[in-house]
């Protein structure tokens, strides 16, 4: 099913992707937001005019609709790959002039249990001002990105009013949060904080909550993770280079931790990584390029070759096979 918020009519519009039916579904007042779980058809509803949620459970016959209240302003929410959990909270970055303002240091999971109908709510406090969330890759923790560092939040047996245990990312207290980007590996391991002003990118190990610095050779335009792999690729536009960082050797302090390549007439600004962490796109968006290049993740040197393409590049996406 596809569905979609109707907000003058407080309703969900529910589309049959088979039989292209079409079925209003009453929600709550002014149904903002909507994302679909994973698994079950089931999707979750944020009613901004009511101050709360409808679940949606559907079958062919019907809808069912349970309502829960949310915190006031929320705007935001993110589904665990599992579908086991969703996270509901207030993101100043996505209100808008005028907008109410939400709660700034606690957030909503939403609990679903295999084989039931009914959906639980915790009600979870983490660092100040949440920005973004990120969850372990089998659904076992979620990572809330604050000004204070990383909020860790267990899923499994959560209870109600819980205190997340927040991670500093940083030893500067007059670092500015919005200055700095934040990336979690997929096994919830790592954290990589780049400041789009510094060319220094720190390591943070989320487990042994230590902190190691790497000092580039220019200013960064673009980060990717390497899904699977505990590393990244950081592209420099002006300096014509990529480099891959190995967390774990950075973290242990080893000579090889960085490895650089020459991009010498890829005239490269960013990068899109493939899902299996076996190769990146290497692309720009503000030059007239009408080329592309393909960098080999798995053989040593990361070597890349350039391919022609028929138009100016205004993004990159690599298809979920990796193909």
């Not at 918020?5 to 909507?34: N, W």
Request: aromatic share 4%; proline share 5%.
């Amino acid at each position: 099913y596809v569905y979609i918020p109707a907000e003058a009519r407080d309703a969900v519009i529910r589309v049959a992707a088979e039989s292209l039916e079409i079925r209003m579904i009453a929600v709550g007042g002014l149904p903002s937001k909507v994302a679909a779980l994973p698994v079950g058809d089931v999707a979750v509803v944020i009613n901004s005019g009511t101050a709360d949620l409808s679940v949606i459970r559907s079958t062919p016959q019907d809808d069912k609709v349970e309502t829960l209240p949310t915190l006031p302003a929320v705007n935001a929410m993110a589904v665990s790959p599992s579908g086991e959990s969703v996270v509901i909270y207030y993101s100043t970055e996505l209100a808008e002039s005028g907008d109410p303002v939400g709660d700034l240091q606690t957030i909503q999971v939403l609990v679903f249990e295999p084989g039931k109908d009914k959906t639980k709510i915790r009600q979870v406090s983490v660092g100040f001002h949440p920005t973004a969330v990120h969850f372990h890759e089998e659904g076992t923790q979620a990572y809330v990105v604050t000004d204070d560092g990383v909020s860790i939040i267990d899923l499994h047996g959560l209870a109600d009013g819980t205190i997340a245990h927040t991670v500093p990312v940083t030893i500067d207290a007059l670092e500015k949060p919005d200055d700095r980007e934040v990336f979690i590996t997929r096994d919830g391991r790592y954290a990589v904080i780049r400041d789009i002003h510094k060319t220094d990118l720190r390591i943070v190990d989320l487990v042994e909550e230590t902190m190691s610095t790497v000092t580039l050779h220019g200013l960064p335009t673009d980060l990717d993770l390497v899904p699977g792999m505990n590393r990244c690729i950081v592209i420099m536009r002006e300096q014509d280079q990529a480099v891959v960082v190995d967390f774990k050797r950075v973290a242990d302090g080893e000579e090889d931790a960085l490895v650089q390549v020459d991009l010498t007439g890829s005239y490269a600004g960013a990068a899109a990584v493939s899902a299996a962490g076996d190769r990146a796109v290497l692309y720009s968006t503000t030059d007239a390029m009408k080329s592309v290049a393909v960098m080999d993740l798995e053989t040593q040197g990361y070597p890349w070759v350039t391919y022609p393409v028929q138009k100016i590049v205004k993004g990159v996406a690599i298809s979920a096979a990796g193909q």
